[in-house]
């Protein structure tokens, strides 16, 4: 699917978002700036808007973009290059099965990631596991707003309005059904703090933003 959608993503998530998206990446690299030195792990980076967002922040880091979706990596790639940005190498990986040793990072970021997990305690142990000691995991989500009246305002435009955007701009109504659905059958914030803290990460606080929509969790490892 993502593959299917990679030459229209960017734009979708303007228009969906009312370019909103890049102010929400930009807090979750703020939250990350002060991880310890060492490298970073942009992971499902997709077309690379969150790696650089980590980069900007934190100038010094190395920043590694890594997706299983090789044409999000490669819609990534020229973004990367106008930018002229040569610290963020970009990798086809699994987020279910890193190929990184552990406590390799020294922050763990992802923006849109975890609904998308087969298995979200494995995704979450892995996070760990390539995170050091002292480091940051922090996730960026959609989320359902959870305040009656907002959320059947918000259902109404993510559920119904969004599968037409999808199929009008990037000609996918299949893909941008899912994207509601997949926030629906997701955990709460609430929940996925305590699976967070389950998978070993200590002080896990997460905050909303966009009018409750949007959640980003930081752990420490
Ligand atoms: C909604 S996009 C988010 C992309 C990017 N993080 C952003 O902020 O725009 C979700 C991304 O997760 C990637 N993805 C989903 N499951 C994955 C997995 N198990 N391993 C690696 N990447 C995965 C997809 O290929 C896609 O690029």
Known sequence: MFTRIAGRYDL????????????????????VAAAPDGPALDLATGTGD?????????????????????????????????????????????????????????????????????????????????????????????????????????GLYFNRLVPLIGAAVARDRAAYTYLPQSVERFVTPAELARLMTAAGLRDVCYRRFALGTIALHIGRA
Do not use: Y
């Open 12 to 31: 979708m998530n303007s228009v969906m978002t009312g370019g909103r998206h890049h102010a929400w990446r930009r807090l979750t690299a703020e939250a």
């Open 50 to 154: 969150l790696a650089l967002a980590v980069r900007h922040a934190a100038p010094r880091r190395t920043v590694v973009g890594a997706d299983f979706a090789e044409a999000m990596l490669r819609a990534a790639q020229p973004k990367l290059a106008a930018r002229g940005e040569r610290r963020v190498p970009l990798l086809a990986a699994d987020a279910l099965a890193l190929p990184f040793r552990a406590r390799a990072f020294a922050c763990v970021t992802s923006a849109f990631l975890l609904r998308n997990l087969a298995d979200l305690p494995a995704g979450l142990a892995e996070m760990r596991r390539v995170t050091m000691p002292g480091g940051l995991v922090a996730a960026l989500e959609i989320t359902r707003p959870g305040v009656p009246g907002w959320d059947a305002i918000f």
